[in-house]
């Protein structure tokens, strides 16, 4: 079993900036590819941004993409999003996600994912 927590969310003005991060325990977190996913009211949960294992391969959605960063410390257990430059459609509960796997494969769908954080609320105002 692995752990997720995410925390770093908020309100920020248009154009701002906000760090989460997503504190991992349980299992090894280093053999573990990570995601990001955000869900707004009345939406589907959709794919933010995905770190292989070493953190060596990246991928982005293309609303995010040059906006948004991720990586993550496994010496730390922590995987990390940065979010620059945030725009109001940016407004939505952002999850970290996690499955067992070692390789460059980066996963962008839900299903793929195993283990699942509680949450926690990024907030754009105009």
């Not at 997720?4 to 309100?11: I, N, T």
């Not at 248009?14 to 990001?36: H, K, P, Y």
């Amino acid at each position: 079993q692995v752990q997720l927590v995410e925390s770093g969310g908020g309100l920020v003005q248009a154009g701002g900036s906000l760090r989460l991060s997503c504190a991992a325990s349980g299992r090894t977190f280093s053999l573990f590819a990570m995601g990001w996913f955000r869900q707004a009211p009345g939406k589907e949960r959709e794919f933010v941004a995905a770190i292989n294992w070493y953190g060596a391969s990246t991928y982005y959605a293309d609303s995010v993409k040059g906006r948004f960063t991720i990586s993550r410390d496994n010496a730390k257990n922590t995987g990390y999003l940065e979010m620059n430059s945030l725009k109001p459609e940016d407004t939505a509960v952002y999850y970290c996600a996690a499955r067992r796997a070692v390789g460059s494969y980066l996963y962008t769908d839900t299903s793929a994912y195993n283990y699942w954080g509680q949450g926690t609320q990024v907030t754009v105002s105009s």
